[in-house]
């Protein structure tokens, strides 16, 4: 029997520094992953005299989530132990209010008449998940055909693509190898730039916390089996 108790004794603490590796690896946070198969992004390029203005629309909700806490205006512990996230209205209140989107609107959209950059200006709608941001831009002269460029959340996943569309049925895709696309903006007479339609994807990602509890009952089973067997094969010897 004290044989018995001292095995049993081993295996418990066996199991409390097992049970410590797995939560370190399998509890840990993972980084905030981006969803870039979803609804594609979408741009709306118009323009008239020296303006040129660029509307950009969200995918899905949950990349608004992401890219607030990509910027640092949402905090890190959004992000779940998979590394999925959750869209929250207050995300796209948060986002719209920050002067970091803005920047980030400005950095990541850009125009540009005959290789000099035109001047812009964001504003954001106030309900930014269905109704998008804008970016207005001042070129030097009236424009005619100009140059767009789009890298928006291509830095949170290279696989993140845009739907562009322009005057007259012009039409691009923007993606991490395609950044910059030609538009023929001239007599525009200011066609609309608002999307046809908005739509709203919130991200439900299944919980992974009942496939970790799985993981730890299972190794601390195993460390309880293996002391018993210690124990069999040392009485055995005895």
Excluded at 151 to 158: I, K, N, P, Q, S
Excluded at 203 to 220: E, F, H, I, N, R
Aim: aromatic share 6%.
């Amino acid at each position: 029997m004290p044989a018995l108790r001292r095995a049993l004794r081993h295996a418990w603490r066996c199991s409390w520094a097992v049970l410590a590796l797995v939560l370190t690896g399998a509890l840990a946070p993972a980084p905030a992953s981006a969803h870039p198969f979803g609804a594609p992004q979408q741009l709306n390029v118009a323009g008239e005299g020296d303006h040129v203005r660029v509307r950009w629309l969200v995918g899905g909700t949950d990349d608004l989530t992401q890219l607030g806490i990509a910027l640092g205006v949402l905090p890190q512990d959004r992000v779940l132990l998979d590394g999925a996230v959750i869209y929250e209205p207050a995300d796209a209140v948060a986002l719209a209010e920050a002067p970091a989107f803005a920047n980030y609107l400005t950095e990541r959209i850009t125009v540009n008449q005959d290789g000099r950059a035109c001047q812009g200006e964001a504003s954001v709608a106030d309900d930014l998940a269905a109704d998008g941001a804008e970016v207005l831009f001042t070129c030097p002269e009236p424009v005619n055909t100009v140059t767009v460029t789009s890298r928006m959340l291509t830095d949170l996943h290279e696989a993140y693509r845009t739907l562009a569309r322009g005057p007259r049925g012009q039409k691009a895709v923007y993606d991490a190898t395609h950044e910059s696309a030609d538009w023929t903006i001239s007599d525009d007479n200011g066609t609309d730039s608002h999307p046809a339609s908005t739509r709203s994807v919130a991200a439900t990602p299944a919980s992974s916390s009942a496939v970790q509890l799985s993981v730890v009952g299972g190794v601390l089973l195993a460390v309880v089996a293996a002391g018993a067997f210690w124990y069999r094969r040392r009485g055995r010897k005895a």
